[in-house]
């Protein structure tokens, strides 16, 4: 009996044991964490060009410049790696018309498709339809014996519904490609 004894008292602390390492702050590395802004300037110095320069109003206008004033485009996500030292950083564009609005996070590798049209469906709609080639023409719509109305889709809430949790962010990796936006966890 003794031996039983000893067999579920030491069950009990390695069990004890795998719950302290899958705790809560285990648990919160696989959250999205938002690291911050970036400053273009400084990875366009660290990759040997002489500045970053914005060319227009939006995300896509930063370019990194050279010596010669030649402009050169770059790329968010490998800044963002740059920026805060792990492989982990992707961007986020958060107004494609704001070109300051690019942020950096830390995510896991996981990467969800958005379920666009389950989600339209399961919100009451017919269906989601695609009125441009832009990742924001996408649109929820209801069909009706007269004309189609169209309503925005809230891409936030389609990755929280497509991944079934609070824990993820909406990103596109390309603006001008509607196939691209991704749910990352």
């Known amino acids: 009996m003794r031996s039983l004894s000893k067999v579920l008292l030491t069950l009990s602390v390695a069990f004890a044991g795998v719950l302290a390492v899958i705790s809560p702050a ?3 590395s696989s959250t999205p964490e938002q690291l911050g802004g970036l400053d273009v300037g400084a990875y366009c110095r660290s990759i040997g060009y002489s500045d970053a320069a914005l060319t227009g109003s939006t995300a896509y206008d930063w370019h990194c410049v ?5 402009q050169h485009d770059l790329t968010f996500e490998a800044a963002c790696r740059w920026a805060y030292g792990t492989d982990a950083a992707v961007d986020r564009i958060d107004n494609f018309n704001d070109p300051k609005s ?4 830390r995510v896991t590798s ?8 389950d989600y339209c469906v399961s919100t009451g709609h017919s269906a989601s339809a695609l009125l441009g080639s832009t990742v924001y023409d996408w649109h929820c719509v209801n069909y009706s014996r007269v004309n189609p109305v169209y309503f925005d889709v809230s891409l936030p809430a389609v990755c929280r519904y497509t991944t079934g949790t609070t824990a993820t962010i909406d990103r ?3 603006f001008r490609n509607s196939s691209t936006w991704q749910c990352r966890v």
Not at 102 to 105: A, G, H, I, Q, S
Request: hydrophobic residues 55%.
């Open 26 to 28: 285990a648990a919160a």
């Open 66 to 70: 050279a010596g010669d004033g030649s």
């Open 102 to 105: 690019v942020k950096c996070w």
């Open 110 to 117: 996981t990467v969800v498709a958005p379920a666009i049209n």
């Open 172 to 174: 596109f990796v390309n």
